[in-house]
C-alpha cells in the first residue's frame, strides 16, 4: 500500500499566466497548514523546454512563495 506520505502532491503551473504567482502563493499557505501530511508539495513549470521544480515543504521555499506578490516575483522559487 502507498501513502499519502510517500507519494505528494505535483501541481503544473504555466509561468505565462497572470495566477500562477497566486497559485503558487496559496499552495505554499496550503503546505503551512498540511504540509507534513505529504511527503512533498512540488510545484513544476516547464520554461524553455525544460521542467523546473520547487518543493514547498521546504521552509525556505515556502516562505518565498508567502512573500510573492506579482507573476514576476514567481522566478524566485526556481532559481
Given at each position: ?19 500562477s ?8 499557505e496550503f ?12 510545484i ?13 515543504n ?6 518565498k ?15
Amino acid at each position: 500500500m502507498i501513502s499519502i506520505k510517500e507519494t505528494g502532491i505535483l501541481l503544473r503551473l504555466f509561468h505565462k499566466l497572470k495566477g500562477s504567482w497566486a497559485k503558487a502563493k496559496g499552495s505554499a499557505e496550503f503546505a503551512d497548514k498540511h504540509g507534513m501530511d505529504f511527503g512533498r508539495l512540488v510545484i513544476a513549470r516547464k520554461k524553455d523546454k525544460l521542467w523546473q521544480s520547487a518543493d514547498l515543504n521546504e521552509m525556505k521555499t515556502r516562505a518565498k512563495a508567502r512573500r510573492m506578490q506579482s507573476s514576476s516575483d514567481l522566478e524566485s522559487l526556481f532559481v
